[in-house]
């Protein structure tokens, strides 16, 4: 169901009644586990594809994207400041080629498709 953009109520029985009795059923380690911190807020998410958006503008000179990651950040983050860098120093990237998550593949309908999303 749609929820306002202002609205960080969180339902905290999801985790208690229904997702940690299967995981401490599975897992008997978990049994100890308790939430002790919760966290909501808003979610950036790039809608094209679900990954990252770097890389230069295609018509804007001298504008670099590194965004839209869809909660991949932490572990993308790595790979992709280090390119980055290596745009912004070498014009190039030199340790990976991370140019199939350049934004022309937007205007170019070239999705990064993930082959294992858990």
Same mark, same amino acid.
């Given at each position: 169901p749609a929820v306002a953009f202002d609205d960080f109520t969180m339902d905290h029985t999801l985790w208690q009644d229904? $997702?940690?009795p299967v995981l401490a #059923?599975? $897992?008997?380690q978990f049994e100890a586990i308790r939430v002790t911190h919760e966290w909501a807020g808003h979610?950036?998410?790039n809608t094209f594809d679900q990954?990252? $958006?770097?890389g230069p503008h295609t018509e804007v000179e001298n504008f670099i994207?590194?965004?839209g990651f869809s909660g991949h950040g932490l572990q993308q983050s790595p790979a992709m400041g280090r390119? #980055?860098?290596?745009? *912004? #120093?070498?014009?190039?990237?030199?340790? *990976?080629d991370l140019s199939p998550f350049h934004f022309a +593949?937007?205007?170019?309908? +070239?999705?990064? $498709?993930?082959?294992?999303v858990i």
């Open positions: 229904h $997702i940690w #059923t599975r $897992i008997p979610y950036s998410m990954n990252a $958006i770097m994207f590194l965004n390119g #980055t860098a290596e745009w *912004l #120093t070498y014009g190039e990237y030199r340790s *990976l +593949r937007i205007a170019e309908n +070239r999705p990064v $498709i993930e082959k294992a």
